[in-house]
């Protein structure tokens, strides 16, 4: 997702998001529009009242949106922005689980590869077992995947 | 699916079952080694079919690649240093080094038949002790971590009268090759991007595509190339007088990136330590000289030349110049035959900090920084018994 050629009209256009649980946001549009959703609403010019978030909750909205303000802002230099991720997703797996979500689901294409990354992370280094574990995933091989797993993990050893 | 909700560490375990399936892709697709994209593949069904093993053009080796100064038929062999780990005992481990035993370095090379050597790190001998009678080693009992890769040129064109040389032990390595590297090399590249540089004789330097059999001179006027170095991306190579350059492949162009060192040591080696390029400028009791030509450069090897003293630069990127760095703290640099990498030696069997392991001959040797002493130590201890044990119980022939 690119920022638009154009640069940012302060038009004072805000947006009205209502999360699952009833929280009320305002968002400027130049800063909504990171999400793809808001970004075809507002070209549709699809914008009275509060847009519901039925699948989104208000603690994740305001991290979302807060996220979303960073990146809109045009005065921040690239080492400010990528500390500021580093920053704003070391946090614990419920709350990335969250992000996840919500970047998927409100189409926010850069808050996602970052979120993946950091996913990513917690996976580099460990076995699979450990994988599992950390994820609470259950092992679901067939036979024949499970034997394609086991000589894939079993280094041959020669000359 | 019982979510046990038991704190980790103060974190609620969260049950990731209801993960939308096709997130998992892109998350597969941000792991960059192949080690771990094995390991993502191996841990579910669902994992397993959301990305693939491998590019499909991924970079295959043995690699026919054209000998730097002379017509016989070589090629480039990779082989990836791992930190290695047993599996916590403890059922919950989120943090890396939770484990109190400690990790072991090996490297891990592929032959011609297909079969993976273990080496020494640093010395790239076999590992002396491994028990010979080990057929396979089963992954699945260790965490296993890519530290880096590295290529070394060999005699020989691929095929049968590799693998039987190999068969016999018979590595022969291209004398005068002194540094080789490859780039990109992760889990996803497509060999028709990778570039592949290489210091030879007396610093001279080449340059190949992947595939490509001639070998095209980097600023052929120069042959005073020290050694050569992936960071962040990017190549940068250094020169006797340390002065360090960045090369820009589509041109084949040097760009100065460094100001001089003036450091009066004969040798330059580039490491990179926690995100920062160093250079580090060993000190020979022989002067190296000038040399011209493939003849005089060997005769110069013959010549022994002992390493007596190091010290260590680090580049201020910000100000544009080099600092003497008195201490490497807690790392310890590696110095190996074909590659240089840094660790935090706490973290590693056998290795002590504030030290540089290099290779004088064919042995290997600890710089300590501290008293600027060289002992005269094996770098790779024996494999810890947790390496060997496990395997007794996992002997599989593999045809």
Redesign the interface.
Known sequence: MSSSSSPMQSTGRKLKLKSKDDETFEVEEAVAVKSQIFKYMVEDGVSNGPIPLPNVNGKTLARVLQWCQKHADPTITEDELNKYDAGFIDV???VL?DL??AA?YLNIEEL??LA??R??D?????????????????????PE?EEE??K???????? | MVSQAAEIMGERVVDWSDFPKELWSPIGKSLDTGIDVLRFRSVCSSWRSSIPPSHPNSPRFPLQFPHPYDAFPTHLCQSTIYCIQPLDSSSTSTAATSSHIKGYLIKVQESASGKLRLLEPLASHPIRSYPRNTKTLNLLNFRIVEITKAYTLRFGSFGRAVVEDERRYRYRSVPGVNKVVMFPNSAWTNAEGCAIFVIFLDGKLGFAKYGEDKLTFVDDQRSDYDDIIVYKGQFYVVDRLGVVFWIECSSLKLVQFSPPLCGLGSRKHLVESCGALYVVDEYLDKDRGRMEGNRSYFNRRRELHNTIDFKVYKLDEEWGQWVLVKSLGDRAFILGSDCTFSVSAQEFVGCKRNRIYFMELEESRAFNLEDHCIADLAFSPDPPSWLCATNLHELILTT
């Open positions: 614990d797996q419920a689980y996840l979500m998927n996602l590869k993946c990354m996913v990513a917690m996976i580099k280094g460990k076995s699979p077992d450990e994988i599992r574990r950390t994820f609470n995933i259950k092992n679901d091989f067939t995947e797993v086991r894939e993990n079993a280094w041959a050893l020669g000359p």
